[in-house]
């Protein structure tokens, strides 16, 4: 099991930049998938990025963020990051870190065994 804590959300405007950690606890971080999902107001949770710990961590994107989000993982801290450029006022929503023990790092939130409380991120136009 994985206890983790997400840091980093703040109100920023159309246009910038933020980066969101999630530090993590347990001692199967090492072989864990570790992912970032979201829940914009009123709607679903939805997938962000993935990383896999192996492979020097192979990494997947939902269409909506390719090209402006990039999700990384650093193993001596335990931490995972999201850098969000470019940001849209459609990105704005609680943002929640997520691990996968088998690794593989799925799209679907099914697929995630330990979450943390999740960071509000809010762009304005």
């Known amino acids: 099991q994985v206890k983790l804590v997400e840091s980093g959300g703040e109100s920023v405007q159309a246009g910038g930049s933020l980066r969101l950690t999630c530090a993590a606890s347990?001692?199967?971080?090492?072989?864990?998938?570790m992912a970032w999902f979201r829940q914009p107001p009123g709607k679903e949770r939805e997938y962000v990025a993935a990383i896999t710990p192996y492979g020097g961590g192979r990494t997947g994107y939902s269409d909506a963020v390719k090209g402006r989000f990039t999700i990384s993982r650093d193993s001596a801290k335990s931490t995972v990051y999201l850098q969000m450029e470019d940001l849209k006022p459609e990105d704005t929503g609680v943002y929640y870190c997520?691990?996968?023990?088998?690794?593989?790092?799925?799209?679907?939130?099914?697929?995630?065994?330990?979450w943390g409380q999740g960071t509000q991120v809010i762009v304005s136009p």
């Open positions: 997520a691990a996968d023990w088998t690794g593989w790092g799925p799209k679907e939130s099914t697929g995630y065994g330990d």
């Open positions: 347990g001692s199967t971080f090492g072989s864990s998938a």
